[in-house]
C-alpha cells in the first residue's frame, strides 16, 4: 500500500486551463503538505494543513488553493495555468505538529505539471 | 532555522563509507538536524534526525559536533542505489516547516 499518493503523476495542459492534484494518505498523520520544486530542483513548501485547518500558507498566488476535505486528503487546485507553473508538485504529510517537533515527512511521487 | 552548507557533489566508491558534511555554525540550542535525501525524479526520503546525541538508524549514522556548529551523515556501506541529493536542514524544534536548500550531489560509483 502506497502510504501518499497522488494523482495524477504527469500532467500536461494549456495555458489558461484549470487543473486539480490529489493527494491522499494512510498513515494516519494530521498534516500534510504541498511542496514544488522547479527546474532547478530547488524544493519549496507551499501549503500545510493541520487536522483540515491550514497552518502554513507561503507568498503562493492566490490561483493556487489548497483543500482539505478530511485530514487523510489534501487536493491542490490551480486556476488559469501559467507557464511558470510548470513544476514537479510534492504532497507530503507527517504526525507532529506543535508537539516539539515536526517528526519526519513521508512524501509522494510527485506530479509532475507541464504547461504549454 | 538556521542556514545550513552543503558541498555541491561528491563521489563515493560503492562499499565504502559516504560521509556528507553539514555545516550549521549558527544553530540554536532548540533546533534539531534533519536529514533527508531525494533519488532522482522521486519524493524525498527521510533518514534521520538528532538534537545533540549521535543517532543510528538502519539506514544512517549522524555524527553532530558537542558545538553542534556541523554534523556528518554517515552511510556506512554505500551502494549504487544510495545515488541522491541529500539535504540537511535544521530546524527549530516546535517548527513545522521544513526548508531545503541545495543539498550534496551523491555520487556512488563501481
Known amino acids: 500500500d502506497t502510504a501518499v499518493s497522488q494523482t495524477p503523476k504527469y500532467l500536461v495542459t494549456q495555458m489558461g486551463n484549470d487543473k486539480s492534484i490529489k493527494c491522499e494518505q494512510n498513515?494516519?498523520?494530521?498534516?500534510m503538505y504541498w511542496y514544488k520544486q522547479d527546474s532547478k530542483k530547488f524544493l519549496k513548501i507551499m501549503f500545510s494543513y493541520n487536522n483540515k485547518e491550514l497552518i502554513i500558507n507561503e507568498t503562493v498566488p492566490n490561483r493556487f488553493s489548497p483543500k482539505s476535505p478530511d485530514k487523510a486528503h489534501l487536493n491542490l487546485h490551480i486556476n488559469s495555468l501559467e507557464l511558470g507553473d510548470s513544476a514537479v508538485y510534492f504532497c507530503a504529510s507527517s504526525r507532529y505538529v506543535n508537539r516539539g517537533r515536526v517528526g519526519e515527512l513521508f512524501f509522494g511521487e510527485g506530479s509532475r505539471l507541464t504547461v504549454l | 532555522d538556521a542556514k545550513t552548507t552543503q558541498p555541491t557533489s561528491m563521489d563515493c566508491a560503492e562499499g565504502r563509507a559516504a560521509n556528507l558534511p553539514c555545516n550549521h555554525s549558527?544553530?540554536?540550542?532548540?533546533?534539531?538536524v534533519y536529514w533527508y535525501r531525494q533519488i532522482h525524479s522521486q519524493g524525498p526520503q527521510y533518514i534521520i534526525h538528532?538534537?545533540?546525541n549521535n543517532e543510528t538508524n538502519e539506514m544512517a549514522s549522524l555524527i553532530i559536533t558537542e558545538d553542534r556548529k556541523s554534523s556528518t551523515l554517515i552511510l556506512p556501506h554505500a551502494t549504487l542505489r544510495d545515488t541522491a541529493v541529500y539535504y540537511c536542514i535544521a530546524l527549530t524544534g516546535g517548527g513545522n516547516k521544513l526548508t531545503f536548500g541545495t543539498g550534496t550531489q551523491l555520487k556512488v560509483e563501481l
Open positions: 498513515l494516519g498523520h494530521d498534516t
Open positions: 549558527t544553530i540554536s540550542g532548540n533546533e534539531y
Open positions: 538528532g538534537l545533540k
